[in-house]
């Protein structure tokens, strides 16, 4: 709040006195006025060259402790690096740094130097806000799309991977069938039958598109169709942590009715909220898979 009130000062000011800024030192260069245009350019692309080498040893910095510290990171698009240059750019404490600076002496005499350092000053803000405003729609356009991280990325496959391993693991050998009762084989074939067909939403929400595990049933279908299947999931989720809710709260009313001890609820709901933990995690990557957020679920609408 308090900055921007600064900065809108600043730019008042700027408007007000901009004529008589402008105008002295152009009048009193003359023909030479070239020159001081070029000193505020050159002063411009020096900022704009200092703040970019700042990014980039940032960047550097970061993606060095990340890589000490064993933590994933990526390296950003050398484009944004150039756009977040541009947009950095202002100079308003540059300004009020030269406006302060008195315009006599104690002698009564201008102050030597004041018009132009408040030239210098006030066109390297001009400057710089053109060319922000010029160069970053440009280099906004060409940025590359938004990407996953790679830690969000290395999560999803594995998560992908681990329900292929645990749809391999369901499958039951010829051996095991013949040796076991006919019954136990239709009983376990059943249930193999119902987390499978789980696994495989999982695997579809969790797929990009660009992998292996993507059926062919899954690109025959319409995007509406794989969506709302999406959405069902999100929906199922939700739905499952507003029972686990439910339970929590019967354990609570069965201790206040002391048909529990507390060593029983206390064993109760730690099931529960160890089921809700991985329930809550499944949500999140279910709500990113779906294009949603936490608050724009479909429980929400």
Not at 155 to 172: D, H, N, P, V
Not at 179 to 200: C, F, I, K, S
Request: hydrophobic share 45%.
């Amino acid at each position: 709040m308090v900055e921007s009130a600064f900065n809108g000062a600043i730019f008042l000011l700027l408007g007000l006195q901009l004529p008589s800024i402008i105008g002295v030192p152009l009048h009193q260069a003359g023909h030479d006025w070239w020159i001081l245009v070029g000193y505020v350019a050159a002063i411009s692309f020096a900022l704009l060259l200092m703040r970019w080498i700042w990014l980039v040893l940032g960047v550097h910095g970061s993606l060095l402790r990340a890589h000490r510290q064993g933590k994933m990171s990526e390296r950003p698009s050398p484009l944004l690096n150039l756009a977040t240059t541009l947009a950095g750019i202002r100079g308003a404490v540059t300004l009020a740094g030269a406006l302060s600076v008195p315009m006599l002496l104690n002698n009564g005499q201008p102050f030597p130097g004041r018009d132009m350092l408040v030239f210098l000053a006030t066109g390297t803000i001009l400057f710089t806000l053109v060319i922000g405003a010029v160069g970053l729609p440009v280099v906004l356009r060409h940025l590359p799309p938004h990407e996953e991280s790679p830690t969000v990325r290395e999560e999803r496959l594995a998560r992908e991977q681990a329900c292929m391993a645990a749809m391999a693991k369901l499958t039951l050998s010829e051996e095991e069938m013949q040796r076991r009762d006919p019954e136990w084989v239709a009983m376990r074939q059943e249930v193999n039958g119902h987390l499978t067909q789980e696994y495989r939403n999982r695997i579809q929400l969790l797929d990009d598109g660009s992998g292996a595990a993507q059926s062919i049933e899954l690109l025959r279908e319409a995007p509406e169709v794989v969506s709302q299947r999406k959405l069902r999931y999100v929906m199922e989720i939700e739905t499952r942590i507003e029972c686990i809710h439910a339970e929590r709260d019967f354990y609570y009313a069965e201790r206040q009715a002391h048909r529990i001890n507390d060593e029983s609820l206390r064993s109760l709901v730690s099931e529960l909220d160890m089921q809700e933990i991985a329930m809550r995690k499944r949500l999140i990557v279910a709500c990113r898979a779906a294009g949603l957020t936490m608050t724009s679920t479909p429980s929400n609408h």
